[in-house]
Structures are given as C-alpha cells and as structure tokens.
C-alpha cells in the first residue's frame, strides 16, 4: 500500500509559478506510473498530467500543456508538478496519485490518492 502527501500548494496571482511535491511511502512507487489530478469547487475531479515509471514519457491535460511539468525522483520517492503561468481557472485543490502499471493507462488503474493540497490563483 502506498501513502501519498502532497504539499506546495498557496495563494498566488495570475501569471506566478508555484511547484507541489508529492512524497509516496510504501512499495512499489518506482515501478509504476504516477499522476496529477484537480479539482476545483462544484467541478468534477480532472486529469492534469501523468508520468511513466522512469519518468521519460509525460502525458498533459490539453488545459495546462505548456504551462505544468510532471516530474519524479525515484531515489527519493517523489514526484513534482511545475505549474508556471498559472491562471485563476487553475484554482482548485491538486492530489497526486498512484497508478498501478508502468505506464499511465487511464484513470482506473489509481490505486492510492494523496489528501490534496490547496491552489489558489487570483486574477
């Protein structure tokens, strides 16, 4: 079982930069593939990025490519998002999550979400 705890999270304004770290616990966050997700207030929870197992291939939400990067440490079991240019539509609360497989295949190979962590960009 893997734990999952993010941080980074703050209040920022449009156009500032902010990165959140995810800190796994627990076997098997080497082998497998990790990913960011969102969720704003009244919306439906959202994909934002997905990175593979050795952190060579990254997918991204169409909405933040460009602007995020995904990334990870495996000696030191973390994964990271770079989030520059933010937007007030970027405001929500960011959970990283552990996907079962090497490389991302889609949601429903999640297997552990971390609490989340508070991003509010205003305009």
């Known amino acids: 079982q893997v734990q999952l705890v993010e941080s980074g999270g703050g209040v920022v304004q449009a156009g500032d930069s902010l990165r959140l770290s995810c800190a796994a616990s627990?076997?098997?966050?080497?082998?497998?593939?990790m990913a960011w997700f969102r969720q704003a207030p009244g919306k439906e929870r959202e994909f934002v990025a997905a990175?593979?197992?050795?952190?060579?291939?990254?997918s991204y939400a169409e909405s933040v490519r460009g602007r995020f990067t995904i990334s990870r440490d495996n000696a030191k079991n973390m994964v990271f998002l770079q989030m520059n240019n933010l937007k007030p539509e970027d405001t929500a609360v960011y959970s990283c999550?552990?996907?079962?497989?090497?490389?991302?295949?889609?949601?429903?190979?999640?297997?552990?979400w971390g609490q989340g962590t508070q991003v509010t960009v205003s305009a």
């Open positions: 999550a552990f996907h079962y497989g090497a490389d991302w295949a889609g949601v429903r190979f999640i297997r552990a």
């Open positions: 627990g076997r098997g966050f080497s082998d497998n593939a």
């Open positions: 990175i593979n197992w050795r952190g060579l291939r990254a």
